[in-house]
């Protein structure tokens, strides 16, 4: 039996190397696969979602990786159609959703919703982001793209930058990159560096340096990891207003890096990477969203098949 029939994806702190190198080359071969054969792999399956907060790119990266092995997908993205409007709770919910699907994917803005609902659910569930806490399945891409953009992951200096406080991306990014042999920089505002609750927890797992000073970084990275400032996230507007625009990654950074850097970003972006930069050979961030499909077509394929594919 596969390791990962019928696993629950909630955390990337759950996964080894070689679990997630397992993984790396269950895409490599789905990506290999010709139609016709990639159809086969979740036939007759059906995907649940669940999305409490929007989403462009993990919702419709799940729907199209499902179609793609032959599956198909319902549920819910638009939380005020449903019957959560007349008070329904998330248990019910996700009992329900069960019911009608093989497996659940779950978005929801409250830290720890994803653990909770595998603690409900019959049918495996994927946590699509929870909260400020985790993106598992986003890292997992992320470390793809950067292991086939990069060729390998140990021995690379990677810079993150942005909102470090609030971006779920950037601690499932970061405990991922914990298994790897990896020279991390974190470059945020003052403000907006990882949270305190989490340093002790990513520390464990990986040297890090943080630094509110982009400028000096650049020459070194290999990997730059860009994030958007989650407004959304911040409880008071003055705030974000205070930090918009902190970094911008233009031609003119582009120039001070490494000619074989790459530039990634989970998406959506606002305005910290200038579009000149997407047409450059640095730029891996909607190649990265491609991977996307990929990696979770494989993951479905894995959690849905007993022997796997
Ligand atoms: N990267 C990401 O999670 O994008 P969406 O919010 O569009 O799903």
Redo the contacts with the bound molecule.
Sequence with gaps: MNEFYQKDIISIKDYTKDQLETIFASTDKIMQLNPQDRREICKGKTLGYLFYE??????LSFDSAMASIGGNSLGISDISSSSTQKGESLADTVRIMSIYSDVLVLRNPLDGSSRFAAEISDKPVINA?SGTEE?PT?AIQDLFTIKKEKKKIDGLKIGIVGDLKYGR?VYSLLYGLGNYDVDVRLISPESLRIRSDSTYEIKKRIDFTETTDIEDHLDELDVLYVTRIQKERFPDEEEYLKVKGSYVVGLDMLKRMKDDAIILH???RIDEIAADVDTTKNAKYFEQAEYGKHTRAALLGMILNENGF
Aim: zero cysteines.
């Design positions: 929007p989403s462009t790119r993990t919702r982001g993106h986003q991306t989970p998406l959506p």
